[in-house]
């Protein structure tokens, strides 16, 4: 596996061949390559990833890489538009639901497409390691991934009402390397 660079406060130890992302030892959290070679992520998480796994009550080790791309695209469309992205937003546009074990997001019955998912999302269940929790910078609890996941009533009013509505435009997804990540900062 490609090593995923980490600031060395983060402590990240790389798993053995016999080893399972539930074999983090304790204070640390398992993370999945995939979250920062291709899906962009960073840390520490924005407060928009906070309130996400708050919301859902789910740990960031038990959602999918695809689910981590249909969260940081929303968050880049709508950062992209001068628009804070919030989860009743999020809402709006995608609902949760568990694939193949991993908790994810797929677009909402009805709501417009902001994004095509990509395709060949393989072996990332392979590629994890572990870093020191207090790198996630929030607490996170572990949902159970059999359990029952309610149907969402949105109390939120209608997107044709939202004034952002008209301001949003296509936005392509886009690896980015680290030193294109620097310069966004």
């Not at 390559?33 to 962009?40: G, K, L, P, S």
């Not at 959602?63 to 469309?77: D, E, I, N, Q």
Request: hydrophobic share 40%; glycine share 6%.
């Amino acid at each position: 596996m490609t090593k995923v660079k980490m600031p060395a406060e983060f402590g990240e130890i790389y798993p053995h061949d016999v080893d399972t992302v539930g074999d983090a030892p304790a204070s640390y959290v398992t993370m999945f390559a995939d979250f920062f070679e291709i899906r962009n992520l960073r840390l520490p998480l924005t407060i928009f990833m906070v309130e996400l796994l708050e919301y859902y009550n789910i740990h960031i080790s038990q959602l999918s890489p695809l689910g981590m791309v249909h969260a940081r695209h929303f968050k880049y469309c709508f950062r992209s538009q001068n628009i804070e992205p919030l989860v009743e937003d999020f809402q709006r546009f995608y609902q949760m639901t568990v694939l193949l074990g991993f908790f994810s997001f797929i677009q909402r019955n009805g709501a417009p497409k902001i994004m095509t998912a990509p395709k060949g999302l393989t072996k990332w269940k392979a590629k994890f390691f572990y870093i020191k929790e207090v790198a996630v910078t929030c607490k996170l609890h572990f949902r159970n991934v059999t359990g029952p996941i309610a149907k969402e009533q949105l109390n939120v009013p209608e997107l044709g009402q939202q004034e952002w509505v008209g301001q949003l435009q296509a936005v392509p997804l886009k690896s980015l390397g680290n030193k294109e990540l620097q310069y966004c900062r």
